[in-house]
């Protein structure tokens, strides 16, 4: 739970205050399955007097373990967040019904964060852009040796019949 109590900020027109954090997974209630996380979440954003509302402006580093979707080989990917969300005091009419809120001067920017970095790990890991994958047929890392395989698809039926054929 990252809790900001943003009294002094509400007071000054322009206010606005800089924040840097160290978080761990658990700080953002963030379990394994949810992503592999291999070190502290950096967070780096600022809060602001936007009038009625709160506005948080920032980012977050960190990195994810994965495995490539084509060679298989773990990857660990540094990764970057942005956040850009506006809290309003809590009671405020007509939100709609994702809408951050605040009360008692106090803005838990946990939620905000933990969506952002969900939202901005990849469903599908790469080794490289152009990863060349495994071979279906032998299973040599193409990255690291080209084999000569025929990697054509051959239907199993077609093969029997084709082994018939020949006899
Ligand atoms: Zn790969
Ligand atoms: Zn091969």
Do not use: W
Request: proline residues 5%; charged residues 30%; aromatic residues 6%.
């Amino acid at each position: 739970m990252i809790k900001i109590n943003v009294a002094e900020i509400k007071k000054q027109l322009i206010g606005s205050t800089s924040y840097h954090y160290d978080l761990s997974p658990a700080d953002l209630d963030l379990s394994r399955e949810d992503a592999d996380l291999t070190g502290p979440i950096s967070a780096d954003f600022t809060l602001s007097n936007g009038g009625d509302l709160i506005l948080l402006k920032g980012e977050l580093h960190f990195s994810v373990k994965g495995q490539c979707a084509r060679c298989l080989k773990d990857v660990t990917v540094a990764l970057e967040a942005p956040l850009d969300e506006r809290y309003y005091p809590e009671g405020t009419e007509n939100l709609e019904e994702d809408a951050f809120t605040y009360k008692y001067d106090v803005v838990d920017v946990t939620d905000a964060l933990r969506e952002s970095l969900l939202l901005s790990v990849p469903a599908r890991f790469l080794c490289k852009p152009d990863c060349k994958g495994i071979c279906p047929v032998c299973g040599a890392d193409r990255n690291v040796a080209p084999c000569h395989c025929d990697t054509r698809t051959i239907d199993p039926r077609l093969q029997a019949l084709e082994a018939l054929l020949e006899k």
